[in-house]
């Protein structure tokens, strides 16, 4: 089993900054990307930004020059810092840890229960 704690989340006014962190478990293997996805009321759950299996990172059209994805490997914590925040970045914030398996259909998500980021003046 792994558990994820996201913490950060808040009320900031729109234009303002909030970073997010997500403690991951310890010794996370080279078969596991992390990344953020976010779910505002009525909407599904949207990739965020993630780093990739190659190393690199992916952002939605949305975070992309707005939110920075980076990682802490001595602390096992995830980060997002977000800036230049609008009302439609308002929803709750899920860290997702994905295992990736030999063979794709064994794949496994985990999730944080979520931190929610309300921008509003």
């Known amino acids: 089993q792994v558990t994820l704690v996201e913490s950060g989340g808040g009320l900031v006014q729109p234009g303002g900054p909030l970073r997010l962190s997500c403690a991951a478990p310890a010794g996370i293997s080279s078969r596991v990307v992390m990344g953020w996805y976010r779910q505002a009321p009525g909407n599904q759950r949207d990739l965020v930004a993630a780093?990739?299996?190659?190393?690199?990172?992916t952002y939605s059209e949305s975070a992309r020059d707005r939110f920075t994805i980076s990682r802490d490997n001595a602390k096992n914590t995830l980060y997002m810092q977000m800036t230049s925040l609008k009302s439609d970045d308002t929803a709750v914030y899920y860290c997702?840890?994905?295992?990736?398996?030999?063979?794709?259909?064994?794949?496994?998500?985990?999730w944080g229960k979520g931190t929610l980021v309300i921008v509003s003046s």
């Open positions: 997702n840890y994905h295992s990736r398996a030999l063979d794709p259909k064994y794949d496994r998500d985990y």
């Open positions: 780093f990739t299996s190659g190393g690199g990172t």
